[in-house]
């Protein structure tokens, strides 16, 4: 049975002609492709076969995706119609779920995209089915055309992975993102995607899969697997603050003048500067906002070991000794991959 | 509205420059175009002087689909200005289709059959 066109899926869920060219719209912007060349991919491309699996997290970034507002058409896309298997959003429970996903897997071989979530713990932390996760993944990856790592967990290990900043602080479970195993040859080497973020912005988990469906490729990507496309610029680059920021005005608690009057919040430990994100420019929550706009630092979601703050001073610790006067400069491995890293001495 | 040339922005006059090469094209071939307007480093004076020097024509609509977007001919026939917005009325995209009537607008054929069919049926209930 070939499957029906994105167009035709999205059609059949009721979306309206002029939806689907707004949404073509939006995304060829978004992606700085031609419009009619996304339209064009997208009503002739088949829905993609996508395998979605899960390991050690919390599940945000599925919700991230399909807890928008109305169902937009990312979730539409992603969620609804091309999900061959989702362990979060399926009926099936016990073989019958494990059937489908060897079924879908067997079905789409060479073929299907390959959504992980979650870090992947060493052996003992995490089974299903009497099934290591590590021993899971590899057999998804084997047969992947692509991977996507969705969220922090699982590109670079995320809040699994972090460990005490007390001498000899390991990660309990010995977590890992998926690009670590692939690194260390414990699952097959596939081409790889990282959509980072604590969770990713759901408008970038599409995105990047419109444009592997409009290009069929991935988009160009930064050392840390990351696309340039979105995470190319730093938080900081495109943020209102930076005015205060250059003028050296700070909030110096979350209830002061400056606070109030939306000065730059670096000291109160804000990583916009040394985080690779499309949160200023693609916002949340379809539009309406992100942290700093809602008066809260960056935490630095989409760098690598965002969770560790090796200096133990916590999430408030500005990441620049020079101007908080404490701290030592860490930031949690976070200056790594884009090209638009910022100095600030 | 009249504008001194010598005070158009370089980048404002190359742009008018390509939109006019674009509208040529597409009364002598017939073929459509587009400038995404985002992907432009437009300062937020060039935009309006843009917008200004465009101006507005004989069409103005509303297309609400994924929320609200707005379109109007500029007086330059073929010339249309098209602004995205989402459910909470922000601008997501923005561009200019230099076309006979935008895509937006058009209804699509299998949406007309599927219409028709629903128009019959208020007949038959
Ligand atoms: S440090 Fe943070 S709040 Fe200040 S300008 Fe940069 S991103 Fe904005």
């Known amino acids: 049975m070939t499957k029906p066109t994105v167009l035709e899926s999205l059609t059949q869920q009721g979306v309206s002609r002029r939806s689907f060219l707004k949404f073509c719209a939006i995304s060829a912007s978004m992606l700085a492709l031609p419009v009619d060349k996304v339209a064009a991919a997208l009503a002739a491309a088949p829905m993609p076969s996508i395998i979605w699996l899960h390991f050690q997290e919390c599940t945000g970034c599925t919700e991230s995706l399909t807890r928008s507002f109305d169902p937009t058409l990312e979730s539409l896309i992603l969620s609804r119609v091309s999900l061959d298997y989702h362990e979060t959003l399926m009926a099936a429970a016990g073989d019958q779920a494990e059937r489908v996903r060897t079924d879908a897997m067997k079905a789409n071989y060479g073929k299907y995209i390959l959504v992980v979530e979650g870090a992947l713990p060493k052996t003992g932390f995490a089974a299903k089915g009497g099934r290591d996760a590590i021993a899971i993944l590899n057999e998804a990856v084997a047969g992947a055309a692509l991977v996507i790592a969705v969220g922090a967990c699982a590109s670079f290990g995320g809040l699994p992975k972090a460990f005490s900043p007390l001498p000899g602080g390991v990660s309990p479970s010995g977590a890992q993102g998926v690009s670590d195993l692939m690194k260390a040859g414990k699952v097959p080497n596939k081409t790889l995607i990282n959509v980072p973020g604590c969770p990713p912005i759901p408008e970038v988990m599409s995105g990047v899969l419109v444009y592997y469906l409009v290009n069929k490729k991935a988009p160009a990507l930064d050392s840390n697997l990351r696309p340039k496309l979105f995470y190319g610029e730093t938080v900081h680059d495109e943020c209102p603050r930076e005015d205060f920021y250059e003028d050296g005005q700070f909030a110096l608690t979350f209830d002061d003048e400056g606070a109030r009057k939306g000065w730059c919040l670096l000291k109160l430990g804000c990583r916009g500067p040394k985080t690779h994100n499309a949160c200023t420019k693609i916002r949340w929550n379809q539009g309406v906002s992100y942290p700093i706009r809602s008066g809260h630092g960056c935490l630095g979601c989409a760098e690598p070991d965002f969770w560790n703050r090796k200096n133990s001073s916590g999430a408030y610790a500005s990441i620049y000794a020079l101007v908080s006067g404490g701290g030592d400069g860490d930031c949690g491995g976070g200056d790594g991959g884009g090209d638009d890293d910022h100095d600030h001495d | ?125």
Do not use: F
Not at chain 2, 47 to 54: F, I, R
């Open chain 2, 1 to 125: 509205m009249i504008v001194d040339e010598t005070e158009i922005p370089a980048l404002v006059q190359a742009l008018v420059a390509e939109i006019a090469t674009k509208v040529e094209t597409l009364a002598d071939h017939g073929q459509p175009d587009t400038l995404d307007l985002r992907g432009l480093p437009l300062l937020p004076g060039d935009y309006a002087l843009l917008k200004t020097l465009l101006g507005t024509g004989e069409v103005t609509a509303t297309v609400s689909a994924l929320g609200p977007t707005r379109i109007h001919e500029t007086l330059y026939p073929g010339v249309w200005w098209v602004t995205y917005c989402n459910e909470s009325e922000e601008v997501i995209g923005e561009i200019i289709e230099i076309t006979v009537c935008p895509s937006l607008l058009i209804s699509d054929n299998e949406e007309i059959r599927a219409g028709v069919a629903r128009l019959r049926d208020t007949l038959s209930n």
